[in-house]
């Protein structure tokens, strides 16, 4: 392809992206083909000969399109949103051209000094102390494993790293049964084990109780073991449930233990005043992360990652081939020894680009605008005998089951519900996903994609009332 040929193209997918948004509530939210049917699609080989980029467009549209599931549809309720926005993606559209590796300051310094500048922007904004610096991260995951490690070799006085795990440590860390998978997987990676990730029992509001995790600690040292770290999340992932934050960093700093909070969801809401009492006592932890991906208008990837002890951090990481050596390296940041990877990508450029057209007050009134929509329809959920709200709905999400007066058995009521969800889901109108609590299976509304508005939120709660109906009728509830 020529560059003549590439402009053409460029205006051709700038277009195909215009007409996709536009026609956006069209398309099957959740995608309906099956399992190995985009697969199946595809030839065994690749070409020898190259083909037209016409045809491998078309190719996109009768091939791929139908097996996409619309995460920027505003019908999309599902999970927690990835949301994007034309700033966002004009930004990534420059970063790909660009093409760049900035793992080091020399690779690209405006990739560097960007990152560094938008990380204080964001600490500031979510109201963390300049005593923290920040990194982006591709995930919430890759930050809490990036955490652990240093937490492991911060107290290992940076043994593990080179001589690798032994009798010695007999690390712990805690979490509640609520936390995200990412814990355990971070346990396993660092080597401390699943068995050692000890899982604090949740009050009725799916929060940490924390005399629990404190017995949990005092027990296990009188065990013999070494209480590591402790992950608080400010918003979990099945009801967004903050742990108390101020309690747990306490019992922390008495008993000398690493403390990172996964803020993956809920930290976006940091930035309003509203949201201010959150904010109490964060700087107590050690690391800190939430996801710009997720719900302030920034393509994935980016994680906002901050850590108070940049030094160990950088330690647990840093690594100096000759390769990679240069002169400046005292004044600058290399954010290859920020985290595991060595090549990163220019992310900070997306989120300048959202910061900037936004502006704080843009993201703001777009949290608010979620914020103030889930209000309105809890109202509509508590006020419908049917159906029952399961968890306290403190941002923008909403567990909720359909509850047939007769029933009782949690069984049943977990079947019927999860017919329910498929059933909407099916419609292809709008998605929704699902999770446990308590044992419960409750289906979760989630008011958060870029676009949705009002008239999005009142049709996907008819189109489930719609089906309760339906499903009324086919099973007989009352
Ligand atoms: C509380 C919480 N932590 C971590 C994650 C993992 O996020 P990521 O996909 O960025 O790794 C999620 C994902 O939804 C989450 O809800």
Redesign the pocket.
Known sequence: MNTEEFRNNGYKIVDWLCDYFENIEKFPVKSQVEPGEIFNRIPDNPPENGENFNDILNDFDEKIIDGITHWQSPNFFA??PANNSYPSILAEFLTTGLGLQCMMWLTSPAATELEEKMMNWLRDSIGLPSSFSGVIQD???TATLVSLLTAREKYSDFEINKYGFNDKYKYRVYCSTEA?S?IEKAVKITGIGSQNLVKIEVDDKFAMKSEILRKAIINDIAQGFTPLCVVA?L???GSTAVDPISVIGNICKEFNIWFHI?A??AGSTLILDEYKHLRKDIDLCDTFVF?PHKWLLTNFDC?AYFVKDKEALIRTFEILPEYLKTTEVKYVNNYRDWGIQLGRRFRALKLWFVLRHYGLEGLRSKLRQDIELTKYLKEKIDSDKEFEILAPVDFNVICFRFKPNEIEDIDTLNKINEELMNLVNSTGKAFFTHTKLNGSFVIRFVIGQTNVTKENVDKAWELIKSKVNELKIIKGYK
């Open positions: 999970y927690f995930t919430a995951s995200h990412s999340a918003g979990t992932t996964d993956a969801y996801n994680s």
